[in-house]
Nanobody, 131 residues
Framework: QVQLVESGGGLVQAGDSLSLTCAAS???????????MGWFRQAPGKEREFVAG????????KYVDSVKGRFTISRDNAKNTVYLQMNSLKSEDTGVYYC?????????????????????WGQGTQVTVSL
């Protein structure tokens, strides 16, 4: 199991940037480095949606269409950390952002966009983008 802690959220204006960090702890090292990682977000009254994902080796990433060209996901397995750089933020990016780990990466090379595919979740960090 991987324990995940997100940080870096806050209140910003439209057009600003934020960088989110997700740090894995506990029995994290081996589990993190062989897990696909994803960022999801949930706005009030809406379902949790996939934002970005990266495979366990860090060379394949995918994004929801609404953030392509603005957000970048990356990871540092030596630091057990995954990042989400968010630029040109829009009001519709507002929500609680969660990172998640899919521990089945060694058996499935595909980075899933489905929340149920992920085994471990952080508590989330709030991102609010004002107009």
């Amino acid at each position: 199991q991987v324990q995940l802690v997100e940080s870096g959220g806050g209140l910003v204006q439209a057009g600003d940037s934020l960088s989110l960090t997700c740090a894995a702890s506990g029995r994290a090292g081996r589990a993190f480095s062989t897990s696909h990682m994803g960022w999801f977000r949930q706005a009030p009254g809406k379902e949790r949606e996939f934002v970005a994902g990266i495979n366990w080796t860090g060379d394949i990433s995918k994004y929801v269409d609404s953030v392509k060209g603005r957000f970048t996901i990356s990871r540092d397995n030596a630091k057990n950390t995954v990042y989400l750089q968010m630029n040109s933020l829009k009001s519709e990016d507002t929500g609680v952002y969660y990172c998640a780990a899919d521990a089945k990466a060694l058996f499935n090379s595909i980075v899933s966009t489905t929340p149920t595919s992920y085994d471990d979740w952080g508590q989330g960090t709030q991102v609010t983008v004002s107009l």
